[in-house]
Antibody
Framework: QVQLVQSGTEVEKPGASVKVSCRASGYTLTGYHIHWVRQAPGQGLEWMGL????????YYAQKFLGRVTLTRDTSINTAYMELNNLRSDDTAVYYC??????????WGQGTLVTVSS | QAGLTQPPSVSRDLRQTATLTCSGNSNNVGKQGAAWLQQHQGHPPKLLSY???NRPSGISERFSASRSGNTASLTITGLQPEDEADYYCSAWDTSLNAWVFGGGTQLTVL
């Protein structure tokens, strides 16, 4: 069955970088776009960007331009999200989600990233 | 980036019907339709419907979606305790080249 399995909890200091992985199983990564969405504590969903694993092409939300990089390694069916220059308000659960028919049909379990000095 | 507009909270009685709304514009909901997601506390979102009223396999027929102009709606009939959750709408915005989400509606089943 289709699964997206994300890497574990991260604790980082302000100014550092974090890289979260999202391993796809049950299907070939290159078949579908992967979106990254975050959710701050008690808040709603916030879209960060998407990657087309087939071409490597990306779209980023304006808010994160220059600070986020989406990549993939098709040989291991894995997508990555790297966020730089972390601030305390980047503390959130980060999700990867597969897009099919214009919607997010499968989601990873989420990765908690805590930014604290 | 501009998002979609949802009422923050809705409350309905057990076994009644709830209709949740999501307002966008001609670049997102009006053009592409909306998807609806359900999220229980501490869990990732779950897709309930896409392209206005297509349900993924395993989603109850009690959930139905529709669209009128730039506003999408999700109707949940025969409310059950397990329907108490946060509901989000989402759509691709062709002007922003971005996925936009609503702020979410917290549904309480009384």
């Amino acid at each position: 069955q289709v699964q997206l399995v994300q890497s574990g909890t991260e604790v980082e200091k302000p100014g550092a970088s974090v890289k979260v992985s999202c391993r796809a199983s049950g299907y070939t990564l290159t078949g579908y776009h992967i979106h990254w969405v975050r959710q701050a504590p008690g808040q709603g969903l916030e879209w960060m960007g998407l990657i087309s694993p087939n071409s490597g092409g990306t779209y980023y939300a304006q808010k994160f331009l220059g600070r986020v990089t989406l990549t993939r390694d098709t040989s291991i069916n894995t997508a990555y999200m790297e966020l730089n220059n972390l601030r305390s308000d980047d503390t959130a659960v980060y999700y990867c989600a597969r897009e099919a028919s214009g919607a997010s049909d499968y989601w990873g379990q989420g990765t908690l990233v805590t930014v604290s000095s | 980036q501009a998002g979609l507009t949802q009422p923050p909270s809705v409350s309905r009685d057990l076994r009644q019907t709830a209709t949740l709304t999501c307002s966008g514009n001609s670049n997102n909901v009006g053009k592409q339709g909306a998807a609806w997601l359900q999220q229980h506390q501490g869990h990732p979102p779950k897709l309930l419907s896409y392209r206005n009223n297509n349900r993924p396999s395993g989603i109850s027929e009690r959930f139905s979606a529709s669209r009128s102009g730039n506003t999408a709606s999700l109707t949940i009939t025969g409310l059950q305790p397990e329907d108490e959750a946060d509901y989000y709408c989402s759509a691709w915005d062709t002007s922003l080249n971005a996925w936009v989400f609503g702020g979410g509606t917290q549904l309480t089943v009384l």
